[in-house]
């Protein structure tokens, strides 16, 4: 049984905002932590990537350098603030964390680490990372559910980055299988909760200080977005997009495939559930 079904969570005091920040410019979370926020703004990056610089005993890792824009890459060089830039390290293989690995590593002659089973064919990292592994000071925690070869990265002093698996201005997208999971994302929302961090640093977004206030809070989203589905699913058997129609109103310009593909995915898990059923491409509830 999953942890997070036997506790209450709050609804809407776990979101956290911020003004755009500036683009180009570190900074400083942590006396060790810098953030540097490419300028790829949209409906699914919010303010833009942030790419995060930590300190270590060997010089300072980038995670997830986002953008291949060249003031971008020159933008974290600088704020390496002269200390060596030892390693790239990606949380997951999505076009807004992945596109200047390739090019930063190059440039200064580093690897670019990931996760060992990389969810873009085109990709393999130079490192490959399993769960567990520690690098450059941090620990890697395999989190699956917004994509299949997603990381988290613990510090020793109780600091997450989270990557898209937690942020505290949207919701996360999950995609259906193979490359997402509502089950495996609300089993890595439990181990995220577990490892009691005092702050999550998010790959889009502000920092989240009210860490278990917002895990809490995204997997009540969850179970409400499901309860919702199934309360809302049509009598007759439905394709997705009448599904999406009845379920989602006033959706913004460039979110629709984002939303039918996180109803599929809710969809798989229901029907993993036993709870709706699948005929070609129409969804049914069952009629127990």
Same mark, same amino acid.
């Given at each position: 049984?999953?942890? #997070?079904?036997?506790?209450?969570?709050?609804?809407?005091?776990?979101?956290?905002?911020?003004?755009?920040?500036?683009?180009?410019?570190?900074?400083?979370?942590?006396?060790?932590?810098?953030?540097?926020?490419?300028?790829?703004?949209?409906?699914?990056?919010?303010?833009?990537?942030?790419?995060?610089?930590?300190?270590?005993?060997?010089?300072?890792?980038?995670?997830?350098?986002?953008?291949?824009?060249? /003031?971008?890459?020159?933008?974290?060089?600088?704020?390496?603030?002269?200390?060596?830039?030892?390693?790239?390290?990606?949380?997951?293989?999505?076009?807004? #964390?992945?596109?200047? /690995?390739?090019?930063? @590593?190059?440039?200064? @002659?580093?690897?670019?680490?990931?996760?060992?089973?990389?969810?873009?064919?085109?990709?393999?990292?130079?490192?490959?990372?399993?769960?567990?592994?520690?690098?450059?000071?941090?620990?890697?925690?395999?989190?699956?559910?917004?994509?299949?070869?997603?990381?988290?990265?613990?510090?020793?002093?109780?600091?997450?980055?989270?990557?898209? #698996?937690?942020?505290?201005?949207?919701?996360?997208?999950?995609?259906?299988?193979?490359?997402?999971?509502?089950?495996?994302?609300?089993?890595?929302?439990?181990?995220?909760?577990?490892?009691? /961090?005092?702050?999550?640093?998010?790959?889009?977004?502000?920092?989240?200080?009210?860490?278990?206030?917002?895990?809490?809070?995204?997997?009540?989203?969850?179970?409400?977005?499901?309860?919702?589905?199934? /309360?809302?699913?049509?009598?007759?058997?439905?394709?997705?997009?009448?599904?999406?129609?009845?379920?989602?109103?006033?959706?913004?310009?460039?979110?629709?495939?984002?939303?039918?593909?996180?109803?599929?995915?809710?969809?798989?898990?229901?029907?993993?559930?036993?709870?709706?059923?699948?005929?070609?491409?129409?969804?049914?509830?069952?009629?127990?």
């Amino acid at each position: 049984m999953l942890a #997070h079904l036997a506790k209450p969570a709050p609804r809407n005091g776990w979101r956290v905002s911020e003004p755009p920040p500036p683009y180009g410019v570190p900074l400083p979370q942590t006396p060790a932590i810098r953030r540097v926020v490419a300028q790829n703004p949209g409906p699914m990056t919010g303010n833009g990537t942030n790419s995060w610089l930590a300190e270590h005993a060997g010089g300072c890792v980038v995670i997830d350098p986002g953008s291949a824009e060249p /003031a971008h890459l020159d933008a974290l060089v600088a704020a390496a603030a002269g200390r060596p830039l030892t390693h790239i390290i990606l949380t997951h293989t999505h076009h807004d #964390h992945l596109d200047g /690995a390739r090019p930063l @590593g190059q440039r200064l @002659g580093i690897p670019v680490c990931g996760f060992h089973a990389s969810e873009d064919p085109d990709f393999t990292p130079d490192t490959s990372l399993h769960d567990g592994d520690r690098i450059a000071g941090l620990r890697v925690l395999h989190t699956p559910g917004h994509a299949s070869d997603h990381i988290c990265l613990e510090t020793a002093d109780g600091i997450i980055f989270t990557g898209d #698996h937690v942020m505290g201005w949207s919701t996360t997208m999950i995609p259906p299988a193979p490359y997402g999971s509502v089950r495996q994302f609300l089993r890595s929302m439990d181990i995220l909760r577990a490892r009691r /961090a005092r702050l999550l640093l998010p790959a889009h977004g502000p920092a989240i200080t009210r860490v278990e206030a917002c895990i809490d809070g995204l997997v009540a989203h969850r179970i409400a977005r499901e309860e919702s589905i199934m /309360a809302l699913m049509p009598a007759r058997p439905s394709t997705l997009d009448e599904i999406v129609d009845g379920l989602y109103h006033n959706l913004r310009p460039g979110l629709r495939r984002a939303a039918r593909l996180n109803l599929q995915a809710h969809l798989e898990k229901l029907l993993e559930d036993g709870k709706v059923l699948l005929h070609g491409d129409r969804w049914a509830r069952t009629t127990a």
